[in-house]
Nanobody, 116 residues
Framework: QVQLVESGGGLVQPGGSLRLSCAAS????????MNWYRQAPGKERELVAA????????NYPDSVKGRFTISRDNAKNTVYLQMNSLKPDDTAVYYC?????????WGKGTLVTVSS
């Protein structure tokens, strides 16, 4: 059974940091590209970070570039999202995604709230 379980969300003040984790099971993690998406209330889900299966390539949209860092530990079947200099606009549910060819798996999400 495929599972992606996110953790690490919560309430943080503007300018603060959070580290999200996503623990994967039920598939060969090291064969999959991993992504973090987010969805704010009333908005479409958007990609915020992507990492290749071996971890050698990453990609970010301009909205988070320089503030967010994606990484993975294939020995632990876990992908991380380090978020620094958080802004109120970063408030959203953050989802972990695993993708390879026709296979596309999602976690249930973790809520990040940036507010003073």
């Amino acid at each position: 059974q495929v599972q992606l379980v996110e953790s690490g969300g919560g309430l943080v003040q503007p300018g603060g940091s959070l580290r999200l984790s996503c623990a994967a099971s039920g598939f060969t993690f090291s064969n999959y590209a991993m992504n973090w998406y987010r969805q704010a209330p009333g908005k479409e889900r958007e990609l915020v970070a992507a990492i290749s299966s071996a971890g050698g390539s990453t990609n970010y949209p301009d909205s988070v570039k320089g503030r967010f860092t994606i990484s993975r530990d294939n020995a632990k079947n876990t992908v991380y999202l380090q978020m620094n200099s958080l802004k109120p606009d970063d408030t959203a549910v953050y989802y972990c995604n695993a993708r390879r060819l026709a296979y596309n798996y999602w976690g249930k999400g973790t809520l990040v709230t940036v507010s003073s």
